[in-house]
Nanobody
Framework: QVHVVESGGGLVQLGGSLRLSCTAS????????MGWYRQAPGNERELVGR???????NYAEAVKGRFTISRDNAKNTMYLQMNSLKPEDTAVYYC?????????????????WGQGTQVTVSS
């Protein structure tokens, strides 16, 4: 089983910064990608950005130039640096990890999700 834990959320003022962390633990053969989604009240969950195993990243238009995803492979940890925060960034932020696990003839690939961390930006 793979466990995913996010941390770093909180309350910040307009224009402020926060850094979220996401750590995956458990038995994994490889991590193909890690990413962040967010969900504001009344809205659908939307992709914020992700980083693939080779290090490439992509971001939603709404956060380009303000958010940066990085990864520490040795720690199976991904970071989301959020700068110039706006009230519309307020949401629960969820981390997911796209992993392969198992051995022999029983190798599987699946997304595992964290429980989410609240980010609130006040104006």
């Amino acid at each position: 089983q793979v466990h995913v834990v996010e941390s770093g959320g909180g309350l910040v003022q307009l224009g402020g910064s926060l850094r979220l962390s996401c750590t995956a633990s458990g038995t994994m053969n490889s991590i193909h990608a890690m990413g962040w989604y967010r969900q504001a009240p009344g809205n659908e969950r939307e992709l914020v950005g992700r980083i693939v195993s080779g290090g490439s990243t992509n971001y939603a238009e709404a956060v380009k130039g303000r958010f940066t995803i990085s990864r520490d492979n040795a720690k199976n940890t991904m970071y989301l640096q959020m700068n110039s925060l706006k009230p519309e960034d307020t949401a629960v932020y969820y981390c997911y990890v796209d992993v392969s696990y198992g051995r022999g003839s029983f190798v599987f690939r699946k997304d595992f999700w964290g429980q989410g961390t609240q980010v609130t930006v006040s104006s």
